[in-house]
Every structure is written in structure tokens, then in C-alpha cells.
């Protein structure tokens, strides 16, 4: 078995200033683990200062900033010397067209080869997660479908036109889709062949949950758009089928339990999706969450013309279904109420004054 504890040694964790990388950095030093946190930039406090501050002696870890950038091969090998886990979040992100869908699709592979082979240098890692996504396993299926780790996202595309290579350079979220699909396979199949470590994929959905920091809010990003439902504007993703929200906490913490359990082996997956069907609600049902959570605020609805659509296309596309039950049974992860996830996602995004908000008063004004 390649399960770690705090007594086995540091852990290195790529992509730390992220979102989702700075959850996993909080669940590790809440552990007692000595994290080195990977940055692309230590030189921009919106991306560093948060994670600074768990030094501050409330956890039992510590945490070494180390620079290090996923596309230079053999930038990680100092990072993971002498580490006995590496915890791989970062990944090229096409949100605010920062990147285009080739380099994408290179910036998983690529980067996430350059990762185990920093790994098979370190030789003392045993055991690495990968941060996928559950684009990785949603594929074309009938409403109502319930998905689980068993679905890749290349299944059921004998007639999908878009499923093909060409698509890699002009389609963002089929780049994404086929280079999680494609870095999955080709992560445990180099792990394997080693033999000294194993390769754990995560593949969460809708991520939402407080965040930490300015850095954190991407454009296009899923609390992005909830964010602008705080501001008055109408809900921008993800109105023609369901938000299935899995917390950004409950992500951090699933990354750290797979570290330590025994039950995961090479190759194994687990989805963070939904914890039961409170978790999954199209924009009206969400409207009338957020609403009730800030009734103070005048928070958007569903898009302009909203009504025309269903009348002439039908109710939204009642997908995707999926539900943590693995991560639950298997890890033991207890995940938070979905009105705690949407409450502190708008609380944090208030905070930091990433929207203004559409108080009812001033708009009564």
C-alpha cells in the first residue's frame, strides 16, 4: 500500500495558490503535514499572503513556498525531493480566454508528464493525486442519467463530430474534456510501469465555497457567475441543465484522505459531485437558494427570454447527475450542507470585493 502520514516526510502540492490548491494546501496542514506549495509567482500577494498566513501557528503543519512552472521539465525535481506524496492541482485553465484550447490540452499532458517525471526522479514519492475533472467522465447520455467513476468521457461518442482531434484546437471544452480523459490514462499507465508509486485521479464538477483570495476569481469560473447572480445579473452558465456543486472544502479534504488511505490503489477514481439531490438544481431552483441565503440583496434569475425557451425546448436538460457516494464510503469524507457551500461562497466573494452587490434599498432608492 502507498499511504503517507505526516511521519513519512513532506508533501508537494502544484497549482497551491489556486482554488482548489489552496483547500487541498488548508487539509494537509491541518493534518501536521509540511507542505511545499508549488507557485508559478511568489511575487503577487493575491496569490501567495493567504497561504503565508497558515505559518501563523494555528495548524499543526507548516508550509515552504517553492517556485516552480508545469511546462519547464525538471522544474519540480528540487520541489519533490525527499517528498513522499505529490498532490498535482495546477493545470493550464482556458477561463478568461487565458489560455487557448491547444495549449490546454498540452498544459495537462505535458505538464502532468514533466510532474512524474520529477516524481520518478524524487524516487520517494509514494503515492500522487491528480486533480481531473469530472469532465473527464460526463459523455452523451439520456436525461435522468446518474454518472459514476465507472463513465469516461470518451464513452458513447461513435457519432459526436466534435470528439476528435482536430476539436483540440478549437474547442475549449472539448480540449479539457480529452486532455483529462487522455492524462488520467497516461498517469496511471507511467505509474504502473514504475512501480514504486500510484496515481489517484479526482474529478470534481461544480466547485463552489469560500474563497480565499482575489486570485481565486476567474472569469467564467463557476462562483464567478454565481457571484454576478449576487450583483443582479441573470445566471450566465449552466441554466440549460443542472448545477450539481460539490464544496471546494470537501474537495481539499477528499484530495488529503486519498493520501492516507489504504483502500486506493494505481489508477482508482473518485468523483466530487453532489452529496444527494439538494445538491443539484437548475437556475430557478438556485435563484431561490441564493435568494433566500441573502434576502437582502436583489440576486438574479434565470436569462433574459428564459421563460421562450422552455416553452419552445422543454424543461432543462435534467443532467448531470452524479453523487460523492465512493469518496464518502470508501475515504470516510463528510461533506457540507449545500446552503453552507452557497452562503460562503457569496459571503467570500463579497468580502473581498470582487462584485457590488445589488442591495434591495439602493435599488428601492
Known amino acids: 500500500m502507498s499511504a503517507i502520514t505526516p511521519a513519512n516526510g513532506p508533501v508537494a502540492v502544484t497549482g497551491a495558490s489556486g482554488y482548489i490548491g489552496s483547500h487541498v494546501v488548508i487539509a494537509l496542514i491541518k493534518r501536521g503535514y509540511r ?7 511568489q511575487s503577487n500577494p493575491d496569490k501567495t499572503a493567504h497561504l503565508i498566513a497558515l505559518n501563523s501557528g494555528v495548524y499543526p503543519g507548516r508550509l515552504e513556498l517553492v517556485t516552480a512552472n508545469l511546462l519547464v521539465e525538471g522544474s519540480y525535481d528540487e520541489a519533490f525531493a525527499g517528498c513522499s506524496a505529490v498532490l498535482h492541482v495546477g493545470s493550464a485553465m482556458g477561463y478568461g480566454n487565458a489560455n487557448n484550447p491547444r ?5 495537462a499532458v505535458n505538464g502532468t508528464r514533466n510532474i512524474l517525471n520529477s516524481v520518478k526522479k524524487a524516487g520517494t514519492v509514494k503515492r500522487v493525486i491528480y486533480t481531473s475533472s469530472f469532465s473527464a467522465i460526463a459523455h452523451p447520455a439520456p436525461p435522468g442519467y446518474v454518472f459514476s467513476e465507472k463513465d469516461w468521457a470518451s464513452d458513447n461518442r461513435g457519432n459526436d463530430r466534435n470528439w476528435t482531434p482536430e476539436s483540440v484546437d478549437t474547442n475549449g471544452e472539448v480540449a479539457y474534456a480529452m486532455a483529462k480523459v487522455a492524462t488520467e490514462r497516461m498517469a496511471s499507465s507511467i505509474a504502473a510501469e514504475d512501480g514504486r ?43 440549460q441543465h443542472l448545477w450539481n456543486i460539490v464544496d471546494v472544502r470537501d474537495v481539499g479534504e477528499a484530495h488529503a484522505l486519498i493520501a492516507e488511505s489504504e483502500r486506493c490503489t494505481n489508477g482508482m477514481r473518485y468523483q466530487l459531485t453532489a452529496t444527494d439531490r439538494s445538491g443539484e438544481m437548475n437556475a430557478m431552483e438556485l435563484h431561490e437558494q441564493l435568494a433566500r441565503l441573502f434576502p437582502h440583496l436583489a440576486v438574479g434569475g434565470a436569462p433574459k427570454g428564459y421563460d421562450e425557451i422552455i416553452a419552445k425546448h422543454g424543461k432543462p436538460f435534467d443532467a448531470p447527475r452524479a453523487y460523492s457516494d465512493r469518496a464518502r464510503h470508501d475515504l470516510g469524507l463528510k461533506t457540507h450542507a449545500i446552503d453552507d457551500t452557497l452562503f460562503e461562497t457569496g459571503r467570500t466573494i463579497i468580502e473581498l470585493g470582487l462584485i457590488k452587490p445589488a442591495y434591495k434599498q439602493q435599488l428601492q432608492a
Not at 507542505?35 to 509567482?41: G, L, S
Not at 495549449?103 to 498544459?107: A, I, R, W
Open 103 to 107: 495549449q490546454v490540452y498540452d498544459g
Open 197 to 239: 508509486f500510484d496515481v489517484i485521479s479526482v474529478c470534481p464538477l461544480v466547485v463552489l465555497g469560500p474563497l480565499l483570495s482575489r486570485a481565486h476569481d476567474l472569469a467564467g469560473a463557476w462562483h464567478w457567475f454565481l457571484g454576478r447572480m449576487l450583483a443582479g445579473k441573470p445566471c450566465g452558465r449552466g441554466w
Open 35 to 41: 507542505v511545499r506549495a508549488c507557485v508559478t509567482d
